[in-house]
């Protein structure tokens, strides 16, 4: 699949967070993006539109990364998505947690757009 037409959702509490991430997508080239504002509107969101990546944070109200990234490895259909955390929890059994919880790639905050692409290519397994 090429990356333009690729549809990522970026689930993050924070606005400007959610508007960072979603400016350093397009430059990469991905033209997609949707946003949610925690778990819940980002599971709704996954019912509606049919989404190729998820970026979430892991601290968020109403329902948090770690419940939300549980929520769809229990979903039959969305079980094999990929999954990619940007969060401010860096302590190593965070991290674990969230590997443990099903994320397929972890980033720390801050980070800069050369982490994000990095990840990204290991986690959807295509050069960006």
Known sequence: MDKKDMR??????SST????????????????VIEADNGVSGLAA???NKVDLVITDWNMPEMDG???VKAIRASEEYKHLPILMITTEAAKEDILEALRSGVNNYIVKPFTPETLKEKLGKVIGIEI
């Open 17 to 32: 967070m959610r508007r960072i991430i979603k400016n350093t997508l397009l430059r990469l080239g991905f033209k997609n």
């Open 8 to 13: 990522i959702i970026t689930v993050d509490d």
């Open 66 to 68: 770690l419940q939300f």
């Open 46 to 48: 996954l019912g509606e």
